[in-house]
């Protein structure tokens, strides 16, 4: 069962714009979630993080927003620049057990 | 569709003791597959990677070793357990595109 999803293979965005990567999740107990960025011939590096008892977490250009009704969270990217071009992995845990992902989004960001 | 598995979902083994993880994909040929283990604090620890059969690349020196004797079965292995060899360990497979697709894991203990 995929229980976080992202349904977006791909996301091109113009440099300088706001890139906005979405997932879903079907688990309510999920209490914690990541996103994670990847590189290719790399392995993910983490990104971002927020617990469930917030819905907006800040660093820097990036910001995850997480909406609990609607069991869905997405990252923001503002403004994007090339260097962000790589796949976007959500992934989430459930008391801080193991996490589950989402199958990616290729996010291109053009110059 | 396609569908990756892992087996056991738990193990518990004693130091010094052999391991071996399993991972499979169906409905999917030629697939590189991955090796990944959760490290602390969140992150996400590449470990062994491979294009094909008999081809494995290593990403971390380690107690752990990796073999693909079939295209669709990526084993993780280990002669001698070390206390810290416990972690959760993930496979995932992808296809042409960088969207990676993970198993749901194995929870190793080792006391």
């Known amino acids: 069962d995929q229980q976080v999803k992202q349904n977006s293979p791909s996301l091109s965005v113009q440099e300088g714009r706001i890139s906005i990567l979405n997932c879903d999740y079907t688990n309510s107990m999920f209490d914690y979630f990541l996103w994670y960025k990847k590189y290719p011939a790399e392995g993910p590096t983490f990104l971002i993080s927020?617990?469930?008892?917030?819905d907006k977490n800040e660093d820097g250009r990036f910001t995850v927003f997480l909406n609990k009704s609607a069991k869905h969270l997405s990252l923001h990217i503002v403004p994007s620049q090339p260097g962000d071009s790589a796949v976007y992995f959500c992934a989430a845990s459930e008391l801080d057990n193991d996490m589950r992902f989402g199958a990616g989004t290729r996010l291109t960001v053009k110059p | 569709s396609q569908t990756i598995h892992q087996w056991p979902a738990t193990l518990v083994q004693p130091v010094g003791s052999p391991l071996s993880l399993e991972c499979t994909v169906e409905g999917t040929s030629n697939p590189n597959l991955y090796w990944y283990r959760q490290a602390a604090g969140r992150g996400l620890q590449l470990l062994f990677y491979?294009?094909?059969?008999?081809?494995i690349s290593s990403e971390v020196p380690q107690n752990l070793s990796a073999s693909r004797p079939q295209d669709r079965q990526f084993i993780l292995s280990s002669k001698k357990l070390l206390l810290s060899d416990s972690g959760f360990y993930l496979c995932a497979w992808s296809g042409l595109q960088e969207t990676q697709y993970f198993g749901p894991g194995t929870r190793l203990l080792v006391l």
């Open positions: 491979s294009v094909g059969i008999g081809q």
């Open positions: 927020i617990s469930s008892i917030k």
